[in-house]
């Protein structure tokens, strides 16, 4: 792997460049992206070079797209015209089934393996970008079948993964949306659900509230652009695990109403201090 | 002013015993508190003594009640029965109701006024404690009438409200509990809600997850006993902000499975931008 191609030079596909540098890379990486972000992104050192996308992808030899989800399924053909026939295609999108579907349909000359680092912050853009980002996080990788990690090119890439100070995890994508429905995109709807409860009342206008309420409502910052994709490739799943959510507050109003709150406040703390504790790297899949 | 006995020298009794201090009081602080409490507490130079609780209220010129609701609500009578007429008792409750109509019950020979500081921290008890918890945020007072400010206790208590960093806000007990339901019980009971949703599912063990999922159930650490108390005292309108979430979750179902979430992110991010603008201190209220 001499040459990486990164298409999206965002937070996290400038935040891959600079963890590949910082783990001892010494081949060129490449960005390919809109015209004000590859001047930041040389300007911060970020990448080496920028190229357009036809001529970035026929030198690459491994080509990391880190665009939104639907920018990813769009461009795989004709991407997967250009590359060379050794050369992996690997990709960072928050859902796994629709890339890998069409993935599965377009690219034929090269391989492509879908991942996912479980990695990000509040702020974005390339500006944001660090080589620690992926530090501690696991980082999901799902192919359609074991053999797919065991090609030269896949395995290659996976060395990089630990040297960048992350641990893989290996999922199908049906199993990886369905997790990340649970673990990712309900955690954003609450947050959500909050804040647009919240707006427009009369409550929060009189400033009375203390710092919690801040905190509670920070992911309701997030850019609505990467959400809609997230929400189109995995509207399944995520109806599924609201659905649960709400089971659980009708539980709450009738623990208040008449019985006890207590065990739900068990069962939170037991998840929370889970959550807390488990070391990053002590997964039974790393 | 010459002595503030705090009743409950945890994180918010000993806090506004710092920050009193730290403000220039230099009358005596007395602590009246368990004896693990106490020895921290002087350990710490939080209070300068610790007098049994007929002693500290026979003594005070200001009784500061920072201990659990039911407590408040269960010494209010005996308190009252040891202070000097000339004593001003507040509290520093959560929940405002059930204290201020058991106050205009037992309460005759002093003054009580209730009050709420909106501030807090993860960490709790005496060792918690700090001077600056109070800075910028809102201090809500709850008389029964407007003229309960103006006594010569009251004037002199109050003084000291901004000298710590905090700002008064005057409202109804019943407003109050209104607001709060919304602003601070409704944030609780939506991180506890997702917490106890994920515990015991299989998708968080997979490790699978960004560090936004460890945020968004911080809250849920929070201990029920403080929690017991704020329900069983603000049942009502918890239930009518329970509800309230719930068809916003209802709406984004519907959403999610025909419409647009964009709305509903943009009402979101509008309310959580106000969270964060609005500077401490330029309340219509303070």
Chains 1, 2 share one sequence.
Do not use: C
């Not at 004709?78 to 377009?106: F, H």
């Amino acid at each position: 792997m001499k040459t990486v191609a990164i298409f999206g030079v965002g937070l996290i596909g400038g935040s891959f460049a600079l963890a590949l540098r910082k783990a001892g890379f010494e081949g060129r990486i490449i960005g390919v992206s809109s015209d004000d972000t590859i001047r930041a992104a040389i300007a911060l050192n970020v990448i080496d070079a920028a190229l357009p996308a036809e001529e970035a992808a026929a030198q690459a030899d491994v080509l990391y797209l880190a665009q939104p989800i639907h920018r990813i399924v769009e461009s795989l053909a004709e991407l997967a015209g250009w590359v060379k026939p050794e050369a992996l295609i690997t990709d960072a999108g928050s859902t796994k089934q629709a890339i890998v579907n069409r993935a599965s349909q377009v690219v034929s000359r090269a391989q492509f393996l879908g991942g996912h680092p479980m990695a990000g912050r509040e702020r974005r853009g390339v500006e944001a970008a660090e080589a620690n980002l992926f530090q501690g996080r696991p980082y999901v990788f799902t192919p359609r079948s074991a053999s797919e990690l065991e090609t030269p090119a896949a395995r290659e890439f996976l060395q990089w993964i630990p040297r960048i100070g992350s641990f893989p995890v290996i999922m199908d994508p049906e199993e990886h949306d369905r997790t990340v429905a649970f673990t990712s995109h309900l955690p954003q709807l609450v947050a959500t659900a909050l804040a647009a409860t919240l707006d427009g009342r009369p409550e929060p206008q009189t400033g009375v509230y203390g710092p919690a309420l801040g905190d509670s409502t920070r992911l309701a910052l997030s850019s609505f652009g990467i959400w809609r994709d997230i929400f189109e490739t995995n509207r399944d799943q995520i109806l599924v695990a609201l659905e649960s959510y709400i089971v659980t507050l009708q539980a709450f109003q009738q623990a208040l109403d008449g019985g006890s709150m207590r065990r739900h406040f068990d069962a939170a703390a037991r998840l929370a201090t889970q959550v807390r504790d488990r070391p990053a790297g002590a997964f039974p899949d790393s």
